[in-house]
């Protein structure tokens, strides 16, 4: 017997770099976003429910344009994640900045009971991607055995501006070994890739995290137990962020999860920055004419 299978998609980022509240940018040929892609990729998957992590601030705009076409197709939810519900009861702090994806997978907690899936709102992961997450979830057996979708580092980069990745370290029967957050990824005159912050280089065929992870619901109290030591050596920083791979990563070290890394021929693209609209739409495009999204005609 199959699991029951959720998406939870983080969308409460307002997207500071692309300008706008890039979530629900309309794109392509339907001028949909690109979360509609992902919502439709996943149902078609296997995918039984769609939870969100929004903000308040924006909830009507999104659930008018977003959320009601997730209605249409499967179960769907909605959580908040806001400055003030912290993991483990942790007092808030006067800050802008979201706590993180950490924080926002912690957020959907009271809404998902089965293995799920996280990505992020505002990149397009393609179908594969889902096919295999899901298959993963479904069939699994362990709450300690989780997944991570990886993709070609050299496909993932933008022309127009570093970009942030989770850099995969693999054993032999490829489980995770470690996930390094390059935060300032970017190609150089020469063609080479690095990581300005650290200035380590990289390779063109190393595995990244596009935030793609499958879960089940034990990651909810490890991330409360992982904050309760984050918040507060962090909350007089307001620009640090609880993430997601660092979670993941320390979990590794203590060898309380084993991670899969699944990797995907996906084409995967985002819109990081306003630069990168053209490709997008060039891409979504493409794909109208291949007649892989009959429901957006």
């Excluded at 903000?55 to 344009?65: L, Q």
């Excluded at 984050?230 to 991670?259: G, M, W």
Aim: glycine content about 8%; aromatic content about 12%; some cysteine.
């Amino acid at each position: 017997m199959q699991n029951k299978t959720t998406l939870l998609i983080m969308a409460a980022g307002m997207g500071s770099r692309f300008g706008s509240l890039k979530q629900i940018t309309p794109l392509g040929p339907h001028r949909k976003a690109l979360l509609h892609y992902t919502i439709y990729d996943a149902v078609q998957a296997g995918f039984d429910k769609i939870v969100f992590v929004i903000r308040e601030s924006f909830a009507k705009e999104f659930k008018e344009f977003v959320g009601t076409y997730a209605e249409s197709l499967a179960e769907t939810a909605y959580c908040y994640q806001e400055m003030d519900r912290l993991p483990g009861g942790m007092p808030p702090v006067d800050r802008e900045k979201p706590w993180g994806t950490a924080h926002a997978i912690w957020c959907a907690k009271e809404a998902i009971k089965e293995p799920f899936a996280a990505v992020n709102a505002d990149d397009f992961y393609g179908r594969d991607a889902f096919i295999k997450a899901h298959d993963f979830l479904a069939g699994s057996t362990s709450g300690k055995e989780y997944c991570l979708i990886g993709y070609r580092l050299a496909s993932t980069l933008s022309e127009n501006g570093t970009v942030s990745r989770g850099v995969c370290e693999v054993d032999a029967n490829n489980y995770l070994t470690a996930v390094t957050e390059c935060t300032k990824i970017g190609i150089l005159p020469d063609g080479s890739i690095v990581d300005e912050e650290s200035g380590k280089k990289l390779q063109a065929d190393d595995v990244v995290s596009m935030n793609f992870w499958g879960f089940t619901p034990t990651v909810f109290a490890e991330i409360e137990r992982l904050f309760a030591a984050f918040y507060p050596a962090n909350k007089d920083n307001l620009k640090s962020e609880f993430y997601i791979p660092k979670v993941v990563d320390q979990l590794i070290r203590e060898k309380a999860v084993q991670v899969k890394v699944i990797p995907t021929d996906a084409k995967w693209f985002g819109v990081t920055y306003r630069e990168d609209t053209p490709g997008v739409n060039a891409a979504l495009e493409a794909y109208d004419k291949a007649g892989l999204y009959p429901g957006f005609q």
